[in-house]
Structures are given as C-alpha cells and as structure tokens.
C-alpha cells in the first residue's frame, strides 16, 4: 500500500512537472513569437528620436523610389479603449489597405474581404483572436475610444465596420490586430492630419535589406524628421534582448524543478530497488545477467517517467489549447511542436537519469548476499 | 563402470573466507564432496555451519576462496559472471525456504520466468508451464498471486519455477523450513516423487532429521568440513 502510494505521488509529480513545462513553453513562445515570424525582407522605418514621433505623409513615395524597395506601407499606433476598459487591450492600427496587405502577405483575408475594406471607408479587418475574444462579427460596428486622437470637434468616440476577419498564415502569427483605413482617420482628425507613426517598407532581395536601410536613413538625414530604419528582424530582436530574460528565468525555473522531479523520481526507484533485493536476487539466480537486471530496472524507471510524462505533456497541450490564462491578452499561445518533441526527449533522459544508479545498484547486488536472510 | 564415471557434481579442496572487517570467517576449509547423477542428497548441520554457502557454491551463486566446483564434468570457476549466469539458466533450480515469488506475477507467469531466458516461443513457454504446474499439481490454480496461495503452495510454485527448464540439478535450500508438518511432508514427498520418476539429481539442505530420511544419503557440515555422522 506504502508503494503504490510512493509510486502514484511520484507520478503525479511527474505529471505536473511536464504540465509546467508545457505553460512555460508556450509563455516563453507567446513572448517571443513575433522574433520568429519577423520578416527578414521588412525594414522599419520610424523617427530618429522615438516611436511616438510622427514622420510626414509625403516620405513614403521617397522611401518607394529607392532601389529594391517594393512596396511600403504606413502605420499609425491608435491606442484607443474598448468599452472604457484597459483590460480589454487589443492593437489598433491606421493603414492603409493596398500597401498593408502587400507588405503583410502573412495576414490572410478572402477576396471579398478583401474588396469590402477597399471600398468600406469606416470599414476595419480585425485577427481572428481577437474577434474571438470579443465576439466581433462582419457587419458588426464597433466603437473606440480615442486616448490620442480627437476627432474634429472634441468627439473621443470613434465607428467602425467590420467587413473581415484575418486569419494568420502561421501558427506564430499574430491575429490580435485591429486595422482600419488611414483615409477615413486623417479626415476626421481634430489635428495631426498629414503624419503616420512609421513605415514598414518590404525589400525585393532580404539579403540587401541593410544596405536599403542605410539608403533610406541617408535619404532623411539632415531633414526636420531623421529616422532610424532597420530591418523588422533587429527591431523585433532589440525587443526580444529585453524579453531573453523572461525566456532565462523560465529556464531556471525549468531546471529547478525538473532536479526536484529527478531526485524524487531517482528516490523512488532507489527504493523500489532497495526493497526488492530478494526479487532481484532471484532473477539473478534464475540466470539473469547483471545486464539483464540493469535493464530491467531501467526499463521500468523509464516507463514509470514515460507514462506521466506524456500524461502531463498530452494534459498541457489539451489545457494550452483551451487559451492562454489571461483571457486573450497574448498574440499567440500555443504549446510549439519543438518544445513538445524536446519534452519526450526530456521524458526519456529523466527515466534513465532517475533509474541510472538504482540501476548499476541492481547491477552490482551479490546474489548470495541478496538472499541471505538476516 | 566405476562409481566415479557417474559423479555430476565435484567440490575438490574447497575454502570460502568471509571477511568481516578485520576478521576472516573460514567457513568451508579444505572441503570435497561428490554427488552423484540421480542422487537425492540431504545436507545437514548446525545454523552458521555453511550449508547455503556450499549450496551456493555449487549452483554458481558465490566462488570458492580456493579449491574447485565441477559440474559434469566442467569447472564453473572459470566461467565470468555473464556466462556463469547463463550456465545457471539452463542447469540449476533453485528452491528457497521462503519461496522467493515475485508477488507481482501469477503463478504461471513466476514460473514462466526462467523459460524467458530460452529461446521457446509462447506457446511452447505455456506448454511448459502448464506442464510444471501439473506436476506439482497446482494447474488449477495459474493465474493466482503469490498472496493468495497457501505457503505449501507457494512452495509447490517455487518448485513449478525450479523445474519448468528441466535443470541438471535441483538445490533447495531448507524448502520445507518455514512449513508445517502436513505441508512440509507434501513438498517431500513431491521432491522424492521428481528424484523416483524423473530422475532429478537433488542437493536439499535441511535442519529436519525427518526431512533427511527422505533422501538417499545425508551429509553433515560442521567446522568447515563433511561427515557422514552427525558429530556431538
Ligand atoms: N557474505 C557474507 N559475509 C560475511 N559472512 C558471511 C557471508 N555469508 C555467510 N557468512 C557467514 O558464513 C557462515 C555460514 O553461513 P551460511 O549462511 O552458509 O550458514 P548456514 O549453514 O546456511 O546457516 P543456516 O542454517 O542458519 O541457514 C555464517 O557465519 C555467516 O555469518
Ligand atoms: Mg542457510
């Protein structure tokens, strides 16, 4: 009874070890998911002095003309608040249809969708996470607080129309995005008509994408508005330096308790082979090698991890599955199939960890020694 | 024919030395024996006289200090620890005073166990098995766990298992030591049965006269070395 007890404890710890390790995996992606699917062909363009610095209409038929430069596209950070609660965060961005969806093939929309926002001015697309999220439906209206933008007159309350749902080409594409017409906004504007937050310009050839964004930074050197232009993937990855630390810390955490697991698993088969010299005295005597003895305990310390870890791991891919713990907050949550395959890489090793020296203890034991009664 | 040509088993000269810290414990000094094949041989003596070392020597479980172990007519000594277990596996059955099942096995799959290790194939494994049970006349009950048998049962299990690779030579180590009188005299009267019909070579260590009369010879370990006579 004491045994079964040890052994389903340990198991259980199992189970939830490789549950965690499932949660983190998927918190560490959901951080870093925009580093992976950042574009190599994609180069930013924003104001020397910071984001939030506006750059002028009129450099984007500039940027266009330099060589290699296929098509550019604005964007503007909206920033507004969905039913009066910051909870409810979602990304709202000014664009302006044609160029965004060239320079975003990753966002996938149907034709009629697409032909929709073209000739919807109100008209907005939205990722389908976050149409999920807040039940958004084509043909819904969906008002905004604007927290910069005022609207001519004062009005902070801001309409639009949803006339599609995108969809994202990879699993690490992030759908929490809401996008409307840069036309419709600047005309309505209170102030500020004539600017957009940044450009984001794709490159024919990524292999050349820095030497474009040095051309494009020397094209507005010495002008009222310099900017900073890099490719998307340094961009992202200035960004992800900050988050490398997350990913850190959630390999200390990782390592902790998968020692933890490893001394209460290694326990465990310790004992099991402890209290059970005699059996294995046995086999030995009936003609089992040394080898053979050590197999078998390895074997069986391998299946006692296999059978909870996959447990756990196939528990941490139905829970991720059900959506992140925030309610919808992250980009993207999902238990990547990299991490899955290393978790059965890890159910392995720690069987074998765990098992190794009960094991070459098994190994070792006298047979005459082990069926001598005391 | 001389009487030699028949001996199976040959312990010539044999000394065990166990090492307790800084003592050494001579438990078999100078010691020889000989078995014969066929023979039903009962081993007697006081507790800590050797019997399960010299058991143990002969069925390839401990090595001799010095002196040698031949059975049919090859010296176990010289084998390593993986050809000596293999040697095990297909001429020795062990039985033990405490049955040694593994309680996590049916009968049949305890006495399957050491057909494990042959190459038979399932059936032919399951042909054995049920024929061992038979003979020790538990085929009623295969598929019981050890805690649910009787430990005259267990022992008639532990007997299954011992014969089931029809080994050269049965060593029982007191089999009938933690039994009582009735059970005690049925395990007997099952290992004469093997030792009359089959022809079984049987070493069988015992602290019971009455177990001892049930063999053809008996010898008696006392002081490192065997007599034919009960000494003090
Ligand atoms: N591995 C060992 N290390 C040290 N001493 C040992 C070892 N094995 C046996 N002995 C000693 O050798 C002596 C003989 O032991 P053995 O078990 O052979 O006796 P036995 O005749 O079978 O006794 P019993 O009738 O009680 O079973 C004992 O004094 C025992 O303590
Ligand atoms: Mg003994």
């Known amino acids: 009874m004491r045994k079964k007890l040890r052994a389903l404890l340990t198991f259980l710890s199992i189970l939830m070890a490789f549950v965690l390790y499932g949660y983190l995996c998927a918190i560490r992606e959901a951080f870093s998911a925009g580093v992976s699917v950042a574009g190599a062909d994609r180069i930013v363009v924003m104001h020397k002095m910071s984001l939030v610095m506006l750059l002028p209409v009129n450099y984007k038929p500039q940027i266009e003309r330099i060589e290699g430069v296929d098509a550019v596209a604005s964007s503007t950070w909206f920033g507004g608040m969905y039913q009066g609660e910051a909870k409810n965060f979602f990304p709202q961005i000014v664009v302006e249809p044609e160029t965004y969806m060239k320079v975003y093939p990753e966002y996938l929309l149907s034709e009629k969708e697409k032909q929709a926002w073209l000739t919807t001015r109100t008209g907005a697309i939205v990722g389908r996470k976050t149409a999920k999220r807040f039940g958004f439906k084509v043909g819904d209206r969906v008002?905004?607080?604007?927290?910069?933008?005022?609207?001519?007159?004062?009005?902070?309350?801001?309409?639009?129309?949803?006339?599609?749902?995108?969809?994202?080409?990879?699993?690490?594409?992030?759908?929490?995005?809401?996008?409307?017409?840069?036309?419709?906004?600047?005309?309505?504007?209170?102030?500020?008509?004539?600017?957009?937050?940044?450009?984001?310009?794709?490159?024919?050839?990524?292999?050349?994408?820095?030497?474009?964004?040095?051309?494009?930074?020397?094209?507005?050197?010495?002008?009222?508005?310099?900017?900073?232009?890099?490719?998307?993937?340094?961009?992202?990855?200035?960004?992800?330096?900050?988050?490398?630390?997350?990913?850190?810390?959630?390999?200390?955490?990782l390592s902790a308790v998968f020692f933890t697991i490893l001394l209460v698993a290694g326990n465990t088969m310790g004992q099991a082979v402890r209290e059970r010299r005699e059996e294995l005295g046995v086999l030995k005597a009936i003609g089992f090698t040394n080898g053979g003895v050590l197999a078998i305990v390895l074997i069986e310390s391998c299946l006692l991890s296999s059978l909870a870890g996959v447990l756990g791991l196939g528990l941490a891919w139905i829970l991720i599955a059900q959506g992140d713990p925030t309610g919808g907050a992250l980009a993207v949550f999902y238990f990547p199939s990299h991490d899955l395959a290393l978790g059965f890489v890890f159910v392995l090793a720690l069987g074998v960890a765990a098992g190794i020296l009960p094991a070459i203890q098994a190994m070792r034991l006298n047979v005459a020694d082990a069926l001598r009664r005391m | 024919m001389s009487a030699s040509d028949n001996v199976l088993v040959r312990v010539s000269g044999v000394d065990r030395v166990f090492h307790r810290g800084s003592e050494d414990i001579h438990v078999l000094q100078n010691l020889d024996m000989e078995v014969r094949s066929g023979e039903f041989l009962a081993l007697m003596g006081p507790s800590g006289s050797g019997k399960s070392t010299l058991l143990n020597m002969i069925g390839g479980l401990d090595r001799p200090t010095k002196g040698t172990v031949t059975i049919g007519g090859d010296s176990i000594n010289a084998l390593s620890d993986r050809e000596l277990a293999a040697w095990r596996s297909r001429h020795i059955g062990f039985v033990f005073q405490l049955y040694n099942l593994l309680p996590t096995l049916t009968a049949e799959k305890n006495v399957e166990l050491p057909l494990l290790l042959t190459p038979l194939t399932k059936a032919e494994r399951n042909r054995h098995v049920e024929a061992a049970l038979t003979v020790v006349g538990l085929a009623h009950r295969t598929r019981h766990f050890p805690r649910q048998l009787s430990g005259g049962e267990q022992q008639r299990v532990g007997i299954a298992r011992a014969i089931v690779a029809d080994p050269t030579i049965l060593l029982c180590d007191e089999p009938t030591g933690d039994l009582d009188r009735k059970a005690g005299d049925e395990i007997l009267a099952l290992l004469q049965a093997l030792h009359r019909e089959q022809g079984k070579t049987i070493i069988m260590v015992t602290h019971d006269p009455h177990a001892s009369h049930r063999a053809d010879r008996t010898l008696y370990l006392n002081k490192g070395q065997l007599t034919t006579e009960m000494s003090e």
């Open chain 1, 143 to 253: 008002p905004i607080q604007a927290t910069i933008w005022n609207k001519k007159g004062g009005g902070r309350t801001w309409e639009f129309d949803i006339v599609g749902i995108f969809d994202g080409k990879e699993k690490g594409t992030d759908t929490t995005g809401f996008l409307f017409r840069y036309d419709y906004f600047d005309e309505a504007l209170e102030f500020g008509q004539g600017q957009v937050g940044w450009y984001v310009a794709r490159v024919a050839d990524p292999e050349k994408s820095e030497q474009t964004a040095k051309k494009i930074d020397a094209l507005f050197a010495n002008s009222p508005a310099e900017v900073k232009a890099d490719t998307e993937k340094a961009f992202v990855q200035s960004w992800a330096k900050q988050i490398g630390d997350i990913g850190k810390i959630m390999v200390a955490i």
